[in-house]
């Protein structure tokens, strides 16, 4: 994963596991500008069937949720499994400001995810 370089905390972290054979990624900190790119390319090496784990989202706004939607709807077009589990309202406000919190598939923990999507 991409360090800062400067030996500050970094702003994001992503950590991934497996669970029924569909890659789990864990985001821990900020989803913004500053940390798209390391997003967008951890996001690149994962697998085709994708749970993002949004529980130690600090703050995103929406060109990260840009990066979310691209998602969702690639798995919808290839038939690939995907899931948002952890989403807190407070912490990622852009899902439900442009309507989307409606639309995506979130889930409260990842037993609910894998039971829907598995």
Request: glycine share 8%.
């Given at each position: 994963?991409?360090?800062?370089?400067?030996?500050?905390?970094?702003?994001?972290?992503?950590?991934?596991?497996?669970?029924?054979?569909?890659?789990?990624?864990?985001?821990?900190?900020v989803?913004?500008?500053?940390?798209?790119?390391?997003f967008?390319?951890?996001?690149?090496?994962?697998?085709?069937?994708?749970?993002?784990?949004?529980?130690?989202?600090?703050?995103?706004?929406?060109?990260?949720?840009?990066?979310?939607?691209?998602?969702?709807?690639?798995?919808?077009?290839?038939?690939?499994?995907?899931?948002?589990?952890?989403?807190?309202?407070?912490?990622?406000?852009?899902?439900?400001i442009?309507?989307?919190?409606?639309?995506?598939?979130?889930y409260?923990?990842?037993?609910?995810?894998?039971?829907?999507?598995?």
């Amino acid at each position: 994963m991409p360090e800062n370089g400067d030996g500050s905390v970094a702003a994001l972290t992503l950590t991934s596991s497996t669970a029924a054979e569909i890659s789990v990624i864990k985001v821990d900190g900020v989803l913004d500008a500053t940390t798209r790119e390391q997003f967008a390319d951890y996001l690149s090496l994962a697998g085709p069937d994708l749970i993002l784990d949004l529980g130690g989202v600090t703050f995103m706004d929406s060109r990260a949720l840009g990066l979310i939607v691209h998602h969702w709807q690639t798995s919808l077009t290839s038939e690939t499994k995907f899931a948002l589990i952890g989403v807190e309202y407070s912490k990622s406000k852009v899902m439900w400001i442009t309507g989307l919190a409606q639309r995506l598939p979130i889930y409260d923990t990842l037993d609910d995810a894998l039971a829907a999507i598995g």
